[in-house]
Structure formats: structure tokens, C-alpha cells
């Protein structure tokens, strides 16, 4: 499903806004209504548009107010701002729309289809800026996924540890057997005492491995004992 853009309109006066969602209908997007500054910073703490349509003239918060206002907020700031306005004290006034903020003031009664064409692209700019968000988001995850896959492949695999182990083990064992072999019969009881449990200690490892070897109901072979 194709994401639409949010669009705010902002007018006190309700034909106004019916008149402003006739001309924007054919965009084929969410016209979002605002009857007032207020309600508009409202709609903007929760909703991210492509672009506000803005009244100048309105009781209360005028639209100079309330583009300063989104224009200090971080989260709303880089919004684009048309401003409406059916009032033309000459460049001054034009001068402080543009000083507010907005991007383009169009004087009432405007033309609907330079209003729609100016509009669309505004829309056109926020999709393919949503767009791009979206890419570097799933190359970021890519890159993250290929980071994991690197780190696993560079852990031994636990038969390639096994199969280590019993090697190192069975060199233990040979040892254990030559001196088991040089001890022989001799008198020194202590040394053969402790030949024969190194034997044992080595027997139990060696069971014990083979325990963890796959198929052979390794998740309950214990080490042996430290004694």
C-alpha cells in the first residue's frame, strides 16, 4: 500500500477550508483541518505533514504566530509553510511571510491549479524524502545483519571445538600412559597413587566428551569431579 502525505490546512473559516480540500482532492492525500493557530500546533505534536497551507488572518493566533512558533520546534521546524492571505499591504507584508518562515505567500483569490501545482511538489519532495529514510534504515539493518554474520562465522562451530578438545585430550592420555609405564613396579608409592588418579581424572574427561559428541544425549553427560 502506498503511503499518502499529510497535508495541514489552516483557516478559521470552514468555506475556506471546503474550498482548499476541493482543490486538493485530485492530489490524492491526507487533508488534514486546523481552525485555528492552536489547533494546528496540536495536529503537529502527533502528525508529520509535507507541507502547511496557512491563513494570515485569524482571530487569536495569527498565522505569523503560529509559523513561529512551528518553526521553533525542532520536531516541526523544516515543514514547508504556504502562507493564504486576503489581505496585500505591499512588500512589507509579503517580506514578513517570508521572514516567518513560509516558502511561498500566495494572495486570495489565488489560482487552483498554481496552488495544486505548487503543493504537489512539495508532496513529491516529502515522499522521496520518506523514501530515502526508509532506504537508510534497511541499510542499516543490513549492514548490522552482515556485522552478526562476520562475528558468528569467525566462532569456532562446536564440532571443529570438540573435535580440538578430544585432540588435546588424547595427547594428555599418551603421556599419562608413558609415565604410567615408567612408574611400573616402583617403590615410590605416592608417584603411582597419583599416576593412577590422573588416569581416572583423565578417564572421566574423555567420557565426558565423548558425551557432547552429537547423538549421543550430550545434555546431560557431567564433567567429572575436582577430587
Do not use: C
Amino acid at each position: 500500500m502506498v503511503q499518502k502525505a499529510k497535508i495541514l490546512l489552516v483557516d478559521d473559516r470552514p468555506e475556506n477550508l471546503l474550498a482548499l480540500e476541493a482543490i486538493l482532492s485530485a492530489l490524492d492525500q491526507t487533508l488534514v483541518r486546523a481552525s485555528s493557530g492552536e489547533e494546528a500546533l496540536k495536529a503537529l505534536l502527533t502528525d508529520d505533514f509535507a507541507v502547511i497551507l496557512l491563513d494570515v488572518q485569524m482571530p487569536g493566533m495569527d498565522g505569523f504566530e503560529t509559523a513561529a512558533h512551528i518553526k521553533r520546534r525542532e520536531r516541526t521546524r523544516d515543514i514547508p509553510i504556504i502562507f493564504l492571505t486576503a489581505i496585500n499591504h505591499g512588500p512589507h507584508h509579503t517580506f514578513r511571510g517570508y521572514a516567518a518562515g513560509a516558502v511561498d505567500y500566495i494572495s486570495k483569490p489565488f489560482d487552483p491549479w498554481v496552488l495544486r501545482a505548487k503543493v504537489s511538489v512539495f508532496v513529491e519532495l516529502y515522499m522521496k524524502n520518506v523514501q530515502l529514510r526508509e532506504q537508510a534504515s534497511l541499510l542499516r539493518l543490513q549492514l548490522e545483519g552482515s556485522r552478526q554474520a562476520e562475528a558468528a562465522a569467525e566462532q569456532p562451530e562446536p564440532a571443529g571445538l570438540l573435535a580440538e578438545l578430544s585432540a588435546r585430550l588424547a595427547a594428555v592420555e599418551e603421556q599419562a600412559e608413558a609415565l604410567s609405564k615408567q612408574l611400573g613396579d616402583s617403590p615410590d608409592a605416592a608417584a603411582v597413587a597419583t599416576a593412577a588418579h590422573l588416569e581416572r581424572k583423565l578417564t572421566g574427561l574423555r567420557r565426558a566428551l565423548d558425551a557432547l559428541e552429537p547423538g549421543t544425549g550430550g545434555s546431560t553427560a557431567q564433567l567429572p569431579s575436582q577430587n
